[in-house]
Structures are given as structure tokens and as C-alpha cells.
């Protein structure tokens, strides 16, 4: 077994604290990562406070993971010791099932995506995330890191990355079109960045006005303020796409108005509550509402590789273990430009 240190929550009401605990001994197919950065995600406070239901503990946090591979099993073929490897949200599928087979694990049709942490393994093991230093993981669900990217500031690009660069891609985003990004937070901040490499003009929605110019650098072509009243109407179906990154419940019906016939807005910020929708909304122009779910390994790659040839990589503030859940307080109110990581030295 390997002996690991890191943090964990041992309830839904006790804050993250230390804990020791172990991972697998690698297998022949495994890869032991010595974990360098590990972003801080949303998610993880959601499910650290069982405020999706779903939460099993101790809990040890953590899916934005960028480390070096100290260790690799006898059928390895992807990695070798001292290599920049990365670990999103997902540890491994069913692997045969049509959505696994297409690529897209995260939605394995037998729902036996395992995911980095709070879930439990085939041989009923919880699984432990980023917050600690090393993971085991098997190499199918590894991805590696371009060299001249800054590992510490390319970890969130494994979820909050692949979360916006994934549907940007499903929906068309390039040369011609005109996408929108509601919020500017962790998600909101690569959805600009991508959308302004992808080649298409990017709009910005906020309700801000101190975020006008953060917008223009990160790669909007406008701004749009969303605090007046009427400030939808002259914007009318102009959009051919809308990105919906915020967590927070928010009336979505001005920004279907906003998209052009037959297209689609599409929640990343997963709200806790219902989305109120009119059916007229939907109705008129032939519209669609959707979702979509971080990325499959093969696109995550895909997306890693894309940041390394246009240099993209999160805006990010380091933290370190002892203020972990004073970030976390800070996520919460949208305190940070835009994602915090831990750096695993100060643990
Ligand atoms: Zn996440
Ligand atoms: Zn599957």
C-alpha cells in the first residue's frame, strides 16, 4: 500500500483537517503520481457539506491534479517516472458500455464513471482525491501535461478546463459565431479564454460593473451588464450559443431570448435548485436547454494539448493546507481570480 498524507473532512460539519490514510499498491497498469498542485473546485466544497446528498467520509477532497509520476506497473505504456501527469474528476468506467466506448466516460450508461473522490471503487474502497500527496490511478484515466505549461496554473484546467472547453467544442464555438458566457468565475474565466481562441466573438454577461475590464482581458470582444431591467432587449437573437457558468440560482429565461433559432444554452454551473423554464422560451424559435458534464480522457487530452499550443492556463492565487478552508469561505463568495491551488509542499 502506499501511505499518504493529506486533508480530509470526516463530516459534512467538521472542517478539512489532516488525515493520513493509504492508496492501492500500483497495479501493472497503474501509475503513482506524486502530487505537486491540486486545484480547489467548487465541488469539492459542495460535497465535502453532503450538499448534493451523496457523500461518503472521510472525505479527502480534490480533482484539479497536476503531479509527477513516481512509480509506473509492468504494462504501462502511456508514462515514465518524471513526467508531468494530470488527473481530472474521473478514475475509471465501465469501459464497455456506447457512451464509454465513444470516449465520453462521464456519462458511462451503466453509471459506473468512478470518480476521483466520494466514490467507491470495485473492490469497495473509498476513493481519495488531490489534497493529499500521491494518488494511484490506472493510466487509461491519466493525462499528460505540456511541458511549457505552468503545472501549478494548468491544474484546474482538468475540471474547470475540460467543463467549459467541452461544450464550447459539442456546439460549434469558432470563426463566425457569437457565444456567450454568463458569470465570471472559475468557469466563466477558460469559457472566455477558449471561446476567444476557438475564433468566435465572445460576449460576456455580468451583473458587475468592476468586471468589465477582467472580461476584456480574458478574452471577451464585449461586455454585456445584466443589471438593468430591459438590458436583453436589443440583444435579441443575435447568440448562437450561451454558456451558463454560474452556480448560484438565476432567472435563465432573458438569455434564451438572446440566442438565434435552433440554438442552445447550456448550464455548467449546475445550480442547486430547479431551472425555471417557460415553455415559451423553449418554443419560440425552436430553442434548447441543456447541460453538459466535464469532458471524456481522450478530449481532456485534447483540451490540455490545445492550452499548450495557444498557452492557455487558469488565472490562479496559490493557498496552502492551513488556510484550506478559509479558501474554501472565499470560494463561496466568489472571492478569487479566478481558481485557488494548493501547493502540496505546504502540507
Ligand atoms: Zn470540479
Ligand atoms: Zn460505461
Given at each position: 500500500m502506499v501511505a499518504t498524507k493529506g486533508y480530509a473532512v470526516q463530516s459534512a460539519t467538521t472542517p478539512a483537517a489532516p488525515f493520513a490514510y493509504e492508496h492501492r499498491e500500483?497495479?501493472?497498469?497503474d501509475v503513482l503520481i506524486d502530487i505537486r498542485f491540486c486545484g480547489i473546485c467548487h465541488s469539492d466544497i459542495h460535497q465535502a457539506r453532503n450538499e448534493w446528498g451523496n457523500s461518503m467520509y472521510p472525505m479527502v477532497p480534490g480533482h484539479e491534479i497536476v503531479g509527477t509520476v513516481a512509480r509506473v506497473g509492468s504494462?504501462?505504456?502511456k508514462f515514465k517516472v518524471g513526467d508531468i501527469a494530470a488527473v481530472g474528476?474521473?478514475?475509471?468506467?465501465?469501459?464497455?458500455c456506447a457512451s464509454c466506448k465513444a470516449g465520453e466516460e462521464q456519462y458511462c450508461d451503466r453509471g459506473?464513471?468512478?470518480?476521483?473522490?466520494n466514490g467507491r471503487d470495485k473492490q469497495g474502497n473509498l476513493t481519495f482525491g488531490g489534497y493529499g500527496d500521491h494518488i494511484v490511478v490506472d493510466e487509461a484515466f491519466v493525462v499528460s501535461v505540456p511541458k511549457n505549461l505552468d503545472p501549478a496554473a494548468a491544474a484546474p484546467l482538468l475540471c474547470a478546463g475540460i467543463t467549459t472547453y467541452s461544450p464550447l467544442k459539442h456546439w460549434g464555438a469558432g470563426p463566425g459565431k457569437k457565444i456567450g458566457v454568463v458569470g465570471l468565475g472559475g468557469l466563466g474565466h477558460m469559457a472566455l479564454k477558449f471561446s476567444h481562441a476557438f475564433g468566435a466573438k465572445t460576449v460576456q454577461f455580468t451583473t458587475?460593473?468592476?468586471?468589465v475590464e477582467d472580461a476584456k482581458k480574458l478574452g471577451a470582444d464585449e461586455v454585456i451588464l445584466t443589471?438593468?431591467?430591459?438590458?436583453h432587449v436589443k440583444h435579441e437573437?443575435?447568440?448562437d450559443f450561451i454558456l451558463d457558468c454560474v452556480s448560484?440560482?438565476?432567472?435563465?429565461t432573458p438569455y434564451m431570448a438572446?440566442?438565434?433559432?435552433d440554438s442552445t444554452m447550456c448550464t455548467v454551473?449546475?445550480?442547486?435548485s430547479p431551472i425555471q423554464l417557460p415553455a415559451f422560451a423553449v418554443a419560440a424559435g425552436r430553442k434548447s436547454f441543456s447541460g453538459s458534464a466535464i469532458g471524456g480522457i481522450n478530449e481532456t487530452q485534447e483540451m490540455l494539448d490545445f492550452c499548450g499550443e495557444h498557452n492557455i492556463v487558469s488565472d490562479i492565487e496559490m493557498t496552502s493546507f492551513d488556510k484550506v478552508n478559509e479558501a474554501w469561505e472565499r470560494v463561496i463568495k466568489g472571492d478569487v481570480k479566478y481558481r485557488f491551488v494548493l501547493d502540496l509542499k505546504t502540507l
Open positions: 500500483p497495479g501493472e497498469k504494462k504501462v505504456k474528476c474521473m478514475v475509471d468506467s465501465c469501459r464497455e459506473e464513471t468512478l470518480w476521483t473522490y458587475s460593473a468592476n468586471k443589471k438593468d431591467p430591459d438590458w437573437g443575435t447568440f448560484a440560482p438565476h432567472d435563465v438572446l440566442l438565434k433559432r454551473g449546475i445550480p442547486e
